[in-house]
Nanobody, 116 residues
Framework: QVQLVESGGGLVQPGGSLSLSCVASGSSISRFYVMGWYRQAPGKQRELVAD???????KYTDSVKGRFLISRDAAKNTVDLQMNSLEPEDTAAYYC?????????WGQGTQVTVST
């Protein structure tokens, strides 16, 4: 049974940094053809933040380009999101996602709050 568990969220001031990590159990991350981070702010739809394919190709939503970096660590079986220059608009619940065989798995989410 595949499980994804996120960690690393919290409260940070504008301009600060946070690092999120998603560890997969029940499967090696190499079996997922794409893994990503999504976020959902109150009253808004869930949106893709960034994703990375098994081949290492990355994609970012425009608002985080140049500030966020997604990576996969096969040794740790994780997909990580380094978030820099955080803005209040980045405040949301962040969810890890992994796709395999036409099915998507989700983590439970971790809250990121950017505020003074």
């Amino acid at each position: 049974q595949v499980q994804l568990v996120e960690s690393g969220g919290g409260l940070v001031q504008p301009g600060g940094s946070l690092s999120l990590s998603c560890v997969a159990s029940g499967s090696s991350i190499s079996r997922f053809y794409v893994m990503g981070w999504y976020r959902q702010a109150p009253g808004k739809q869930r949106e893709l933040v960034a994703d990375i394919t098994s081949g290492g190709t990355t994609k970012y939503t425009d608002s985080v380009k140049g500030r966020f970096l997604i990576s996969r660590d096969a040794a740790k079986n994780t997909v990580d999101l380094q978030m820099n220059s955080l803005e209040p608009e980045d405040t949301a619940a962040y969810y890890c996602n992994a796709k395999r065989g036409g099915y998507g798995y989700w983590g439970q989410g971790t809250q990121v709050t950017v505020s003074t």
